[in-house]
């Protein structure tokens, strides 16, 4: 049923759960793959130089140790664990790569946002799920 997992993860606590309970469901339904992303916002381009090179670094650096904590939360699969680290919008992203790699669900945190800035904002959980190809699965 759920041949093709997409795991986003962003290293919040929420995040760290629903790669546990990805890790479960990959398990029961014996998937083939889980993907596992981690999107993080673009930098801005005037930062300039050596500014600019770091912060890229950093970044990349951080979102490294997101996928190996959140790897070690899924734990061991029956099928292939493959990773992404992207840039750009995060719910986008999500989306686009769910459509691309033909998810057949998300699992993905929710920070808990709630009231007023959850109407006025939206979140990146709210955006997936009403811009998803597949169902998804928010993990608080």
Known sequence: MFDNILLAVDGSEHGLHAARVAGDLARATKAQTLRMIVVYDALPSNLGEPNLSQAIASRQQEAQDIVDHSTKE?????????????????ADKI?????????DVIVMGSRGRTGLASALLGSNSQKVVSQAPCPVLIVR
């Open 95 to 103: 989306v686009d790569v769910a459509s691309i790699r033909n998810s």
């Open 74 to 90: 899924v734990g061991e699969i029956p099928g292939e664990i493959h990773t992404e680290i992207i840039e750009g919008q995060i």
